[in-house]
């Protein structure tokens, strides 16, 4: 009888349906999310709790699905030797001042002029600073220099990395995975890793987690039309969580659509993971900090390759390392000539 009542009242009834349908529609997406990267509480500790870039796009743009990222840290002000006084240049927005930096940083007349810049936003704290934008050069920019920060602090800061510059290597048993951080992207997430490169070691942090692309992804990271969606979910995943390190919850950041070499943060990290694939059925759901060269995926396909165990988290088959991968992160310097960079 109700079914009969909402065909005579479709105009009554249609709109709530849509809506319901739509809530229902979004809740099961984040429900699988969630548990394809997530172990279950009764599962081994070391797995923690876990929570990846663009289509058509290379995997070392910093450019996201909707446009390019230039972002800071509030509270936040970064040391440096001036290169463009604040005090002569006022702009309207972080945004802005983030900009005028990039305009010095675009590789083509050599190194980065300019490789980090300080923004005064809040108009009551800042008086007659407000507007100002002071772009610097760092000595070290993988070690920036902090004049201070907190919550008292009225300036947001952000680096710049210029073709080159803002990679690390992350060092396996199996070969070293070079990573692309994208500091104008994900700003807190950059700041943690270039801690943790400035902690000179990485004790605990390891790969756990190893699944293939299957016959469902082809050597692109393109899905197969018709076939599955996994598992196998293409990734290799891990902790970046350095014993004896307090370790604060990162922000959702930049969350583009994950694409093969996408490098993200499951939740709020410190768990993360690598992809093999492109996913855009797993949406928008992820912080991505960092890309893997095109030219180093071959490695991290070698660890997915690797011998696994199954096991169940959340009712989600999962494939998990018989033995944890190490890592190490490492500095290093490359030039121009040694990378295989489309786009910046």
Same mark, same amino acid.
């Given at each position: 009888?109700?079914?009969?009542?909402? =065909?005579?009242?479709?105009?009554?009834?249609?709109?709530?349906?849509?809506?319901? $349908?739509?809530?229902?529609?979004?809740?099961?997406?984040?429900?699988?999310?969630?548990?394809?990267?997530?172990?279950?509480?009764?599962?081994?500790?070391? $797995?923690?709790?876990?929570?990846?870039? !663009?289509?058509?796009?290379?995997?070392?743009?910093?450019?996201?699905?909707?446009?390019?990222?230039?972002?800071?840290?509030?509270?936040?002000?970064?040391?440096?030797?001036?290169?463009?006084?604040?005090? !002569?240049?006022?702009?309207?927005?972080?945004?802005?001042?983030?900009?005028?930096?990039?305009?010095?940083?675009?590789?083509?007349?050599?190194?980065?002029?300019?490789?980090?810049?300080?923004?005064?936003?809040?108009?009551?704290?800042?008086?007659?600073?407000?507007? =100002?934008?002071?772009?610097?050069?760092?000595?070290?920019?993988?070690?920036?220099?902090?004049? !201070?920060?907190?919550?008292?602090? $009225?300036?947001?800061?952000?680096?710049?990395?210029?073709?080159?510059?803002? &990679?690390?290597?992350?060092?396996?048993?199996?070969?070293?995975?070079?990573?692309?951080?994208?500091?104008?992207?994900?700003?807190?997430?950059?700041?943690?890793?270039?801690?943790?490169?400035?902690?000179?070691?990485?004790?605990?942090?390891?790969?756990?987690?190893?699944?293939?692309?299957?016959?469902?992804?082809?050597?692109?990271?393109?899905?197969?039309?018709?076939?599955?969606?996994?598992?196998?979910?293409?990734?290799?995943?891990?902790?970046?969580?350095?014993?004896?390190?307090?370790?604060?919850?990162?922000?959702?950041?930049?969350?583009?659509? &994950?694409?093969?070499?996408?490098?993200?943060?499951?939740?709020?990290?410190?768990?993360?993971?690598?992809?093999?694939?492109?996913?855009?059925?797993?949406?928008?759901?992820?912080?991505?900090?960092?890309?893997?060269?095109? =030219?180093?995926?071959?490695?991290?396909?070698?660890?997915?390759?690797?011998?696994?165990?199954?096991?169940?988290?959340?009712?989600?088959?999962?494939?998990?390392? =018989?033995?944890?991968?190490?890592?190490? &992160?490492?500095?290093?310097?490359?030039?121009?000539?040694?990378?295989?960079?489309?786009?910046?």
């Amino acid at each position: 009888m109700g079914r009969r009542g909402s =065909e005579v009242e479709p105009a009554r009834w249609g709109p709530m349906l849509l809506l319901l $349908m739509g809530s229902v529609s979004f809740c099961m997406v984040y429900i699988f999310m969630s548990t394809v990267m997530r172990p279950s509480l009764s599962g081994d500790s070391k $797995m923690g709790s876990l929570g990846v870039g !663009d289509g058509g796009k290379s995997e070392v743009e910093v450019s996201g699905d909707d446009g390019v990222c230039c972002k800071g840290i509030p509270d936040l002000e970064l040391w440096g030797a001036s290169v463009k006084w604040g005090t !002569d240049f006022k702009v309207n927005s972080s945004e802005q001042c983030c900009n005028a930096c990039k305009a010095m940083c675009t590789g083509k007349d050599g190194p980065c002029l300019c490789d980090s810049w300080v923004f005064c936003g809040n108009k009551k704290a800042c008086g007659e600073k407000f507007g =100002e934008c002071w772009l610097k050069k760092q000595k070290d920019v993988l070690h920036p220099e902090k004049q !201070d920060n907190g919550n008292t602090i $009225m300036w947001t800061s952000g680096i710049v990395f210029g073709k080159g510059e803002g &990679i690390i290597a992350l060092e396996t048993e199996y070969g070293t995975l070079h990573i692309k951080l994208l500091p104008e992207c994900s700003p807190h997430s950059v700041a943690y890793m270039l801690e943790l490169l400035a902690l000179r070691h990485c004790a605990g942090c390891h790969f756990y987690r190893a699944e293939s692309r299957g016959q469902f992804w082809d050597i692109n990271g393109n899905h197969i039309k018709a076939a599955s969606y996994g598992p196998p979910f293409g990734l290799i995943q891990g902790t970046l969580e350095a014993q004896g390190v307090t370790f604060d919850p990162i922000p959702s950041e930049h969350c583009p659509t &994950i694409r093969r070499g996408s490098v993200a943060w499951v939740g709020s990290g410190p768990e993360f993971f690598v992809s093999l694939a492109n996913h855009e059925e797993w949406q928008k759901g992820y912080t991505v900090f960092g890309s893997v060269l095109p =030219e180093d995926m071959a490695i991290a396909e070698k660890i997915a390759q690797l011998p696994t165990k199954s096991d169940v988290w959340n009712n989600i088959n999962v494939s998990v390392l =018989e033995k944890n991968v190490p890592l190490k &992160i490492q500095r290093i310097k490359l030039g121009l000539s040694d990378l295989n960079l489309s786009a910046d």
